[in-house]
């Protein structure tokens, strides 16, 4: 059966921190893994993910891929506030269809 | 560019009603996911639809259907509510289903 899991599932830090969020994988035919924040809405875009090593990076936010290994990384640096959320985890295995993992929600204290 | 909009945001029923949901993709693309999302189960896979025409189906029972229109516009249906179908549905679209998709606001039913 297809899985996504993510770790941890919660994470509380102090803005100034640096916190990585993991996510692994078991799918077949991977196409591409998909990193979304979510803020009591819909799910914002990050990133998306397709080769392995290749660094995307947004200011603070930063993701990797492992195929080999199949897990991912979100890094977020200098953290602040505005960054508490649920961060998901998607990986796209066939179409459309996205499959996600349980998120990590992220709190970020004064 | 306007973002995905789903219609209504809103929307309490009673069991045993049906409903309509519907989703207008941002101009230019061609695919329209649905997902239902549940403090208990997170966000799970409807369906989705390209070119009119549904290419995936996740593991919901077959009370749940959609359909896509030609300017890619898509509606989903819940027919025979029951309690558990309480949840946020969201709308992803995309280009095509190589891109990134891109959520809409979601619709909130409740049923009662």
């Known amino acids: 059966e297809d899985k996504v899991v993510q770790s941890p599932l919660s994470l509380v830090v102090h803005e100034g921190d640096t916190v990585t969020l993991n996510c692994s994988y078991e799918v077949t035919n991977f196409r591409s893994l998909l990193w979304y924040k979510q803020e009591k809405k819909a799910p914002t875009f990050l990133f998306m993910l397709t080769s392995s090593g290749i660094e995307k990076k947004s200011g603070r936010l930063s993701s990797i891929l492992d195929k080999k290994e199949l897990f991912s990384i979100l890094n977020i640096t200098a953290t602040q506030t505005g960054d508490s959320a649920v961060y998901l985890c998607?990986?796209?295995?066939?179409?459309?269809?996205?499959?996600f993992g349980q998120g990590t929600e992220l709190s970020v204290k004064p | 560019k306007a973002g995905v909009t789903q219609t209504p945001r809103y929307l309490i029923k009673t069991r045993g009603q049906q409903v309509t949901l519907s989703c207008s993709p941002i101009?230019?693309?061609?695919?329209v996911s649905w997902y239902q999302q549940t403090p208990g189960q997170g966000l799970q896979f409807l369906f989705e639809y390209f070119s009119e025409t549904q290419r995936n189906k996740g593991n919901f029972p077959g009370r749940f259907s959609g359909r896509q229109f030609s300017n890619s516009r898509s509606e989903m249906n819940v027919s025979t509510l029951e309690l558990g179908d309480s949840a946020l549905y969201l709308c992803?679209?995309?280009?095509?289903?190589?891109?990134?998709?891109?959520f809409g606001p979601g619709t909130r039913l409740t049923v009662t």
């Open positions: 998607a990986v796209n295995n066939q179409g459309g269809k996205l499959i």
């Open positions: 101009s230019g693309h061609r695919s």
């Open positions: 992803a679209s995309s280009r095509t289903y190589t891109y990134e998709q891109y």
